[in-house]
């Protein structure tokens, strides 16, 4: 998609679909029917799970992984990770998060994410490629 065809789109009543590309094309967002479907599955597998991933040309950014309360504790939060690594793998690029966590609980999900191979983006494993502004991320490189 060139600049001309976006004011185009931009100045006439376009349609849904022609936005979401724009969209994905000012941000370099990557639609992946692949990545898509591994969501898909991995909610489907595990009900109530809460997964926000998305894929730009550079990195697949976590946004967020949420077990249900009473599901925790039985892997499927590594469950989940080890899928997510493995296609990251396939498509050979990083994973990157911003570790949030509940109230009391910010030391666990580091740890979490510690124990599944993720490492912080700083000092001199600071990755400038990856980063992300104004937050204190996490990767995991294939």
Known sequence: MDWFNIYKIANS???KEELKSLKDFAFGLKPSSKLDELVRQLKSSFLGLDLYVYETLKTIHVSRINVPKDQRGKGIGSKVLTALKDYARQVSKPLVLVPEAERGKK????DFYKSNDFVYNKGRRKDWN???PFAKSMYWKP
């Open 13 to 15: 009543k376009a349609k």
């Open 107 to 110: 030391q666990a999900l580091e």
């Open 130 to 132: 990856i980063t992300v």
